[in-house]
């Protein structure tokens, strides 16, 4: 991108704690682009003022602003490219870092005896960045947002050519909040009420982005920040999580009628151990297709019995004591499905319910569960 | 700045305008045309008008005001030749493990994004074609319409498969633009779910109008024999370098001459020599081809008496010579083996034999 003349010469210098800075630069790293040539993708905004340096990177479809405290001794903004100054950051001693902005773009850091100088981009190529709204913000307390990610982000499908599924669906209303994902093979669903959400009336839904979700995850994992503020305007999705700011592009499109696909009769339901299915059906999975995944459950009395076979690899069965008195039937799944389940749940028990072969089945904890979670699982041909 | 700046095509131009009045403008939009036509320039254009902040209107059809912040960033990427240089040479600066799997974009504006084909094999690729599928369902953030364009018809074709899917649907606020020299190249598929407009050739006298704006300190014989060379394209007029067209065309005549007039082997072997293969040989055996089509028409024309249609106004003596040894069939047969060599280019014949070939073949019996 051309260097346009400067107006005015730019101004910059301020000082940061290295462990202030590098805990934010690491937080931003997941939405700075590596492999683009884009330039100006590659490279994080500085501007600083009123005792804090304010951070930005963006790849266009995500955006993430967070800040520390530092000692501005002028105030300006500058760019420097993202990941150099990650990878030597962190080699730097606990001590404290000088920015400080130079002409033609240059920046020098200087922390103790270590002086370095990197050359940035004129700021105005700096995609403008959406405004947090004023009106309209939701607060979300960030432990139930993370265990509805956590239940729900791994059934977003990947599958580019159905992109209204590469996002989950949240539903905000007054008193529960509902998120649900699917790839089309498998749908997980999870609701958290009783709690009370100000400033929704009627339902509020959201489709988050998948790059989003992740990206939220990993933004909850490292806060203690105890809520999160969500808002959103026509193009843009807003979470703000303590300093903060995450944005997020809206995608388009329809998220499908979910509630058509979630079964109400299945009659037959068995109680199994989590960790005792979850470890019988790895083990049988080494002999499943490699392709399909595939294995078979047959529900006998008082037991199940997990099984696979594949001409290359040979046959394997493993059986599970469980309270079962009904019929004798068999269904297959994938079993990558049901170990991404049994993963999430985290509970001791879980409850297979089914109502035959043909039909979906549904998997959901036994007992503790403050998120009504239920996965739905297409059955599979075997 | 505004439409007014696109010279030439005023019918298709006002076409495509008159879309955007009616709020109509289609989801993908190809334009063909030969190279430096302004197909390019047109559909920045175009990503302007539909996103400019302050739209303008000039002869009662919307127009854009080139001022605004959109207006400005899409014009960023005018220079293709300078982004795309620049393209490449920040993926030259990535880590090795991270340069193979990344794909060239131009991106001046955040939705607005041009594709070029990616070098060295100079194609679009798979990759480059999901990047589009995995932003073209966000919503635009600073615009109002999202705007791709693709700068060439040579799909992978992978590339040219996953673009049908996005094609079949595309969201309310995107355009994709795909340029072309020559529509035929695309998948039918890929045509049938697209508009296409074409860009004609600018006629010589407005071309020559045009160099003597843009070009005024080029001689007006030079600009007389650009203006026929360019073949009404003022992208091409503008850029000409008349120098390795004069050389490309010096070893066209040589091939005719010693095909018609007869001559010694041994200095047309030392040219056809010269033609190596890689990306550089490549070019140059393609500009000896588009030279070697220009002459066998200007020698039909003097055959016929049309002497004012000359394109090679420079050489007319050297020319008429020649066109008293050649008759019509000759010149018939000799364009149909030029069309057979251009064949064999594009499997990767061996280029300097493929000369060789030609000029022999093309010897009077």
């Not at chain 1, 804090?52 to 000692?71: G, V, W, Y």
């Not at chain 1, 105890?226 to 903060?244: H, M, N, Q, W």
């Not at chain 2, 026929?228 to 120098?243: H, I, N, P, Q």
Request: glycine share 6%; with cysteine.
């Amino acid at each position: 991108m051309p260097v346009e003349a400067a107006v005015a010469v730019e101004t910059m210098e301020i000082t940061v704690s290295k462990v202030e800075l590098l805990r934010e630069l690491t937080a931003t790293q997941g939405v700075v682009e590596r492999k683009t040539t884009i330039p100006i993708l590659s490279n994080y905004l500085f501007e600083a003022g009123d005792g804090e340096l304010r951070l930005t990177a963006t790849d266009l479809d995500l955006s993430l602003r967070t800040s520390c405290s530092a000692k501005v001794k002028k105030e300006g903004s500058c760019t420097i490219p993202a990941r150099k100054l990650h990878d030597y950051v962190k080699l730097l001693p606990d001590a404290d870092i000088t920015i400080k902005l130079l002409e033609n773009h240059w920046v020098s850091i200087r922390c103790g005896r270590s002086n370095t100088k990197m050359v940035g981009m004129a700021k105005s190529n700096f995609p403008s960045l959406p405004v947090f709204p004023t009106a309209g913000v939701v607060k979300i307390p960030g432990k139930v947002l993370r265990g509805l990610i956590g239940r729900t982000y791994f059934a977003i499908s990947s599958e580019e050519s159905r992109y209204t599924l590469n996002g989950a669906l949240m539903l905000l209303k007054p008193e529960s909040i509902t998120m649900v994902a699917t790839d089309g093979h498998r749908l997980a669903h999870c609701e958290r009420s009783g709690e009370k959400f100000e400033g929704v009336s009627g339902e509020l839904k959201t489709l988050v982005p998948k790059k989003c979700m992740d990206e939220l995850k990993s933004l909850l994992d490292s806060t203690d920040a105890e809520t999160v503020e969500f808002a959103k305007d026509e193009s843009t999705l807003f979470f703000r999580i303590g300093s903060r700011l995450l944005t997020s592009r809206q995608l388009t499109g329809q998220f499908p009628n979910f509630e058509a696909v979630l079964p109400k009769d299945n009659s037959k339901s068995i109680t199994l151990n989590n960790s005792d299915f979850n470890s019988a059906i790895q083990r049988v999975a080494q002999f499943a297709d490699e392709r399909s995944r595939a294995v078979r459950l047959k529900l006998e009395k008082g037991e199940v019995k997990i099984s696979a076979s594949s001409t290359e690899a040979g046959e394997s069965e493993d059986s599970i004591e469980a309270p079962y008195d009904g019929e004798t039937m068999t269904i297959g799944f994938n079993a990558v499905y049901l170990v991404d389940f049994l993963k999430a749940a985290g509970t001791s028990d879980v409850r297979l319910e089914l109502k035959d072969s043909q039909s979906a089945g549904q998997l959901r904890p036994a007992e503790g569960d403050d998120y009504k979670y239920r996965y739905i699982v297409m059955p599979m041909r075997i | 700045m505004g439409f007014s700046d696109f010279h030439g095509n005023a019918e298709t131009v006002h076409r495509l305008r008159d879309m955007l009045a009616r709020g109509r403008f289609p989801h993908a939009v190809i334009l063909a045309g030969a190279r430096g036509a302004g197909k390019y320039t047109l559909a920045l254009m175009l990503a302007q008008a539909l996103n400019c902040l302050a739209p303008t209107e000039t002869d009662g059809l919307p127009d854009f005001c080139g001022q605004c912040a959109n207006c400005r960033r899409i014009a960023l990427a005018a220079d293709l030749d300078a982004r795309f240089a620049e393209a490449v040479e920040a993926r030259e600066g990535l880590r090795e493990a991270d340069k193979k799997d990344t794909r060239l974009f131009v991106q001046t504006h955040p939705d607005v994004l041009v594709i070029p084909p990616d070098p060295p094999q100079m194609m679009i690729k798979v990759d480059q074609v999901r990047r589009v599928i995995e932003t073209i369902y966000y919503r635009p953030a600073e615009a109002r319409e999202r705007v791709y364009i693709f700068t060439d018809s040579a799909f992978m074709k992978e590339a040219a498969n996953s673009l049908l899917k996005v094609l079949e649907e595309p969201p309310e606020f995107a355009t994709i633009f795909l340029l072309s020299e020559n529509p035929g190249e695309l998948l039918p598929t890929i045509r049938s779910r697209s508009m296409v407009f074409h860009l004609g050739a600018v006629p010589v006298e407005d071309v020559e109008r045009y160099l003597a704006e843009q070009r005024p300190e080029w001689k007006a014989p030079q600009r007389a024999l650009v203006a026929r060379l360019s073949e009404g394209a003022l992208g091409r007029a503008r850029g000409f370098d008349v120098e390795s067209y004069i050389a490309a065309r010096a070893d066209a005549m040589a091939i005719l001459n010693s095909a018609l007039l007869g001559g010694e082997h041994t200095a047309l072997f030392k040219i056809t020599e010269s033609y190596r293969a890689g990306a550089e040989g490549r070019e140059k055996t393609e500009q000896l081809l588009r030279t070697l089509y220009s002459l066998l028409r200007d020698l039909m024309f003097l055959g016929s008496g049309a002497s004012a249609m000359l394109h090679n106004t420079d050489i007319q003596s050297q020319l008429a010579k020649m066109a008293e040894a050649a008759d019509f069939e000759w010149i018939a047969a000799a364009s149909d083996r030029l069309a057979d060599v251009e064949r064999g280019m594009r499997r990767n014949l061996l280029r300097s034999l493929s000369l060789d070939g030609l000029s022999l073949a093309l010897e009077k019996a």
